[in-house]
């Protein structure tokens, strides 16, 4: 498939048109949909009319956007109007959201497409898609196998081609994990850069939208679309979008690159071999490598699982069958509150749920959340003095490449360690790009991680393209 | 009320003030009482998925003119959610702050000279507005609720005042006054009858000199004349309570205005765990020295200052004279008392009129002068209009403006003339020779018969003060 950069030029010079473009889109979507599952809403005549919408202005000689007639998967935790937005879950089922968020609005400002909203896991909680109420999404290089999550449905839309690029959130690694298990570049931008005004919380001290894409260079085309300061949104950092493709070639001459010990401990050999050979490319490409320790990222894990589903636990109180989706009726309103929430709730859910009430209990705060948000500015003091040593770290993605099936559903705490090496980024609110390099088990790819403080995005993505040059031999 | 024995009342009071500001707390939709249901509504304020809060401006600076007013110190503050599950409350959870109020400590000083402390004065977002239907008229047993989303998301401030007050005429004295306060800041209209201002009571009682007993918090008091009952019967019951051997529990207790008690609605075991923990959606509140400054600087004089002002202005003012003067405060109608002063104008006059006719038709107070309100007591003072006559003035000029010689030109209000006054007293006093000689030997009352005869036959044309002239000449 051709990417958003290629056709977005294509669109516009009138070699291709954005009807045509989508018409590509869609055709591989009904191709392979019921066989991945990836799609949970195929927005067939919003997307025809966005894409009309683009061809009059290219044929009335407007300006059209930078990702002009660009399909674009969304994942359905992020409201489009009109359009259904469950977050893969019960209890949402059949609501439209009556707005758009803000990243949507600024998509088809640049042009783009939005084709539909993707599988993920509950709430975005889980790192295989196995948590969705609409089933699993199977990984399109390898359908007996997760695409990881918890944006798996978006990383399949690109892994499988039906679009070339898609957003998804990263509140662990739900960006960059599945990224790495599909293969393809998953960038968690600095918490702020892109506004989450519209993206259905997880925990919002850590959820970032961002780019799933084949390319460095789409990854930057997509990230420059939709970041940027949003009155919205409070917590988005004040200045406008950054210049990243524009960057992309500037390489790693001079850029000190430490490979973090605890960023590759604990993950498969296939994983690290394929870290290490990314190291002696950055190091044959001008970087200077050091190593370090960081061992404050080993506490990251168990202060994410009580941050998380603290913050979690009350942004989800609101589906309490008041107001929108699913109400399953009780003898009053606390019985009808409970019964909506125990038939709209999955597992994975309901155990964060649980989890988070109790860490931000009376008695128990202290103890838990209180503990965790220390260990919380212990992580991003440690991150702090990394970056006075270093201007990027590099480490995996995932300890894995994509695992089959069932083989950690049974055991939540094996799953959570699939995200033991994004989530300090997170917890730290940096940014982190994972780029596919190398291949393991069954010749699955295996994804390396480059991570840089806040607004280090440009650097990130220069690196990442040394990394893709020498894997793609362009 | 008193307590029996040296049983003694400790109060203080919660105070909820909604602001008076254009838009909601955290969205742009119109923060205004009455409109339909559900019209004032958005995506943020109805808690729909995805949607964040934005901090009003505005709001912060109405929170840190009550804050200024009340003498408090203005601190870096942040937001919490305070997490519980209301239907009336969108989010399930509410935005308040918690540890670090924007507000902390000061006082407030009442009029009959106590202080009384301000613990903090911070912001938070209203709920929505439940109705219950049928059944018991609360949540639990009604057949239908309905809910109305149009006050979820309004700016509240919650003032908190130490437990210093000590009788039910104090809290009462307590509540106007802050009420004054936030009309004159112009954060709130203070009207508790629309909720916009809306009261909590923790009573403990203690025998003088003791610690403070187990406190309850008294919820539902919707005007000051329920906030003093509601004291009063609590205080006394903890008092019986504990005389027939019984224990205070701590509890939140609701009053019920119609049978004049309180009753239990949750004891403290029953009390909810909130969960705090700081709002993820907000940034820190830390509004710098300058912004400080020009509210300020920007603040009027406060109800204590211009009672004080006006007061100074009268001469050994007599207890009427001085309630006068705390509706005219009240009201916001010292203007009109000031300039009538200034005017040479009897300042006990001014008062009174401002007092009691402007008063009575404030809906009007936009159609009147104070050029037209000197000019019609001018009138009243040199007796071309008697006090009857320049009532009527006041109240056209209320109803519709005008000019107050043309007003009573147009009423009819012609003064009799001096001759025919003089003619009229003289055939009354021959009509009621037996009066006339009682008023003669020195019974003044007589002077009101003869007043009121006059006014009858020239239908209330006379001037009081010139009847009483006429009698005195003729005695």
Redesign the interface.
């Known amino acids: 498939m051709k990417t958003a950069e290629q056709i977005a030029l294509d669109v516009r010079s009138g070699a291709s048109t954005a009807q045509r473009e989508l018409d590509a889109s869609l055709a591989a979507i009904h191709a392979r949909n019921d066989e991945l599952n990836v799609f949970l809403y195929v927005d067939e005549d919003g997307a025809r009319a966005a894409a009309k919408d683009v061809d009059d202005k290219v044929a009335r000689g407007e300006s059209v956007g930078p990702l002009a007639g660009v399909p674009v998967a969304i994942k359905d ?3 489009q109007v009109g359009v259904p ?1 469950t ?1 893969s879950s019960r209890i ?1 089922e059949g ?1 439209r ?3 758009s ?1 803000t990243v949507i609005t600024r998509l088809l400002a640049a042009g783009a497409v939005p084709v539909g909203k993707t599988n993920l896991d509950e709430f975005a909680m889980g790192s295989s898609t196995e948590n969705s109420a609409f089933g699993p999404t199977r990984n399109p290089l390898d359908p007996s196998r997760v695409p990881g999550g918890s944006s798996g449905g978006s990383a399949a839309a690109v892994a499988a081609d039906m679009t070339p690029i898609a957003l998804g959130s990263d509140t662990g690694g739900s960006i960059r994990q599945p990224a790495a298990l599909c293969g393809l570049i998953g960038v968690k931008p600095s918490y702020g850069l892109v506004s ?6 997880f ?3 850590l959820d970032q939208i961002g780019p799933f894409s084949k390319t460095v260079t789409d990854a930057a085309i997509l990230l420059e679309a939709i970041a940027g300061h949003d ?5 988005s950092l004040p200045e406008p979008a950054p210049m990243l493709s524009a960057h992309v070639n500037d390489g790693v001459v001079g850029k000190r690159i430490a490979l973090v010990r605890e960023l590759i401990d604990g993950a498969d050999p296939d994983v690290v071999a394929s870290v290490t050979r990314a190291v002696e490319v950055l190091k044959d490409a001008g970087a200077t490598i050091l190593e370090l320790s960081i061992p404050e990222l080993q506490l990251g894990l168990s202060a994410y699982y009580l941050i998380a589903p ?2 979690a ?2 942004n989800l ?2 589906y ?1 069958g ?3 989706g699913l109400r399953v009726d009780g003898e ?3 019985a009808m ?1 409970t019964a909506t929430r125990t038939a709209g709730f999955g597992a994975e859910v309901k155990r964060r749920i649980m989890l988070g ?1 109790y860490a ?3 008695g128990y ?1 202290d103890a838990y ?1 209180g503990q965790a948000l220390k260990v919380r500015t212990q992580m991003i003091d440690a991150f702090k003095r990394a970056y006075a040593q270093a201007d990027l770290l590099i480490g995996a993605t995932a300890p894995s490449v994509a695992f089959p099936f069932g083989s950690k559903t049974s055991n939540p705490m094996a799953m959570y360690l699939s995200d033991v090496f994004t989530i300090p980024t997170n917890l730290a609110g940096e940014a982190a790009i994972s780029v596919p390099f190398g291949a393991g088990e069954a010749g699955l790819p295996t994804g390396v991680q480059l991570l840089g403080p806040g607004r280090s995005e440009a650097q990130l993505f220069a690196a990442a393209r040394v990394l893709e040059r020498e894997e793609r031999g362009s | 009320m008193t307590l029996p024995g040296s049983w003694e009342m400790v109060v203080g009071l919660e105070v909820h003030t909604e602001l008076k500001t254009a838009t909601k707390m955290f969205c742009g939709c119109a923060n205004h009482f009455g409109a339909e249901p559900n019209t004032n509504v958005c995506p943020v304020c109805l808690g729909l998925p995805g949607s964040l809060p934005v901090l009003n401006e505005r709001a912060v600076e109405l929170a840190m003119a009550i804050g200024i007013a009340l003498h408090s110190t203005i601190a870096p503050s942040t937001f919490h959610r305070k997490n519980y599950f209301y239907p009336d409350m969108p989010k399930d959870f509410q935005i308040s702050q918690y540890d670090l109020p924007i507000n902390s400590g000061g006082y407030l000083d009442l009029p009959d000279g106590s202080r009384v402390s301000i613990e903090r004065a911070h912001l938070e977002e209203d709920t929505g507005k439940s109705t219950h239907l049928g059944g018991s008229g609360r949540i639990h047993g009604a057949d239908r609720s309905l809910v109305d989303y149009n006050r979820s998301g309004v700016p509240l401030v919650e003032i908190v005042s130490g437990p210093d007050i000590r009788s039910s005429a104090q809290a009462r004295a307590y509540a106007a006054e802050l009420r004054g306060i936030l009309i004159a800041t112009g954060a709130s209209d203070g009207r508790m009858e629309e909720g916009s201002m809306r009261i909590d009571a923790n009573v403990s009682v203690r025998k003088s000199g003791e610690p403070f007993g187990t406190r309850c918090e008294i919820k539902n008091l919707n005007s000051l004349r329920s906030l003093h009952r509601a004291i009063d019967y609590e205080a006394l019951r903890q008092v019986e309570l504990i005389e027939s051997g019984g224990v205070v529990r701590q509890e939140t207790r609701h009053w019920d205005e119609n049978l004049g008690v309180t009753s239990t609605m949750r004891t403290k075991e029953e009390a909810e765990d909130y969960r705090y923990f700081r709002e993820p959606d907000l940034v820190d509140l830390a509004p710098e020295q300058a912004w400080q400054d020009r509210i300020r600087l920007a603040l009027p004089p406060m109800p204590a200052e211009r009672r004080a002002a006006l007061k100074e202005r009268l001469i050994a003012p007599t207890p009427a004279q001085l309630d006068a003067v705390e509706v005219v405060i009240d009201l916001n109608l010292e203007q009109f008392v000031n300039a009538a002063i200034d005017a040479d104008i009897d300042p006990v006059l001014a008062l009174a009129r401002a007092a009691n006719e402007l008063a009575g038709g404030l809906e009007g107070i936009g159609n009147l002068t104070p050029e037209a309100f000197c000019a019609t007591l001018r009138l009243e003072q040199s007796g071309q209009l008697s006090a009857t006559q320049a009532k009527t003035v006041l109240g056209e000029l209320l109803a519709h403006g005008g000019e107050p010689g043309a007003i009573a030109a147009a009423k009819g209000f012609e003064q009799l003339s001096s001759d025919s006054l003089g003619s009229t007293v003289e055939s009354l006093i021959a009509q009621n020779p037996d009066e006339w000689a009682r008023y003669r030997e020195g019974d003044e009352k007589l002077a009101q018969f003869f007043i009121g005869q006059v006014m009858k036959l020239t239908k209330g044309k006379a001037n009081g003060k010139a009847v009483v002239a006429e009698l005195q000449s003729r005695r």
């Open positions: 935790n992020m409201c937005t977050c949402l609501w959201p009556p707005y968020a989450r005004y519209g993206l259905i919380a925990a919002s001290s009155p919205m949104d409070s917590t603290a913050e636990s009350s109180a609101r309490d008041v107001r929108f009053d309103v606390e509150n009430t931000l209990s009376a705060f959340y």
